[in-house]
């Protein structure tokens, strides 16, 4: 089909530069459109793709080249397999982060459930409770966005996190980042099972144990 369009090589470089400006990267487009990673989207969705990114005079070019048979579904891997591999890697990641999620939360409910009530302040229970839920789903949410972004939670630690590559990490610095990401760094920081250390000389336990 090259030999056929000549200028179809220069199309599909355009197509991916385009994707990179508008979501940061060719894996986070397909992770946009198909966050399940099932590794297909249908004609209409790489239809809006082109919209967003502005390259709908291509749409009928990328289409002749990515579903010859008009099937109706492209395949991410013929469009790039390294961008497709690394979208299943971030929605495993999310996966994985949300199913911890879920365990904390049934691990949580369950103690609370066997801690018999105290007669006095009998409500500071499920307070308490509902505190560590929001903590816990403070986290998820947070580990979510990470992964979307730098693709894994390893890469995010390096790069959003501690990109000095500190051996410890002060609740402060901590706190900076979650600012920055949106996150209260409070309800993150419990939800990772770490203590607020009061001497401000002592460093607590790097946070990269909690994700």
């Known amino acids: 089909l090259c030999h056929l369009d000549p200028r179809l090589d220069d199309v599909l470089e355009d ?10 990267s060719m894996w986070q487009a397909f ?11 249908d004609k209409a969705k790489f239809g809006r793709l082109c919209h967003e990114i502005k390259a709908t ?3 009928h070019r990328l289409l002749n080249l990515f579903d010859p048979e008009s099937e109706g579904e492209i395949e991410l891997e013929a469009i790039d397999k390294d961008a497709a591999d690394d979208a299943k ?11 911890q999620n879920q365990l904390l939360n049934e691990k949580q409910n369950r103690l609370h459930m066997l801690v ?18 929001a903590a816990c789903k403070a986290v998820a949410d947070m580990k979510a966005k990470l992964c979307k972004k730098h693709g894994n939670l390893a890469s995010a630690w390096r790069k959003a996190i501690n990109p000095e590559g500190r051996k410890r990490l002060r609740f402060e610095a901590f706190e900076r980042v979650c600012k920055r990401l949106g996150f209260p760094a409070l309800e993150v920081w419990r939800g990772l099972g770490l203590p607020i250390v009061e001497d401000e000389e002592e460093e607590a336990e790097p946070v990269c144990d909690g994700f």
Do not use: N, S
Request: proline residues 6%; charged residues 45%; negative net charge.
């Open 15 to 24: 197509f991916k530069q385009r994707c990179a400006e508008r979501y940061g």
């Open 31 to 41: 992770d946009e459109f198909d966050p399940e990673a099932t590794g297909k989207i």
């Open 57 to 59: 005079d291509a749409v």
């Open 89 to 99: 890697d971030a929605c495993e990641e999310r996966r994985e982060a949300a199913k």
């Open 116 to 133: 018999e009530p105290r007669d006095v302040g009998a409500a500071a229970g499920p307070r308490k409770d509902k505190k560590m839920q």
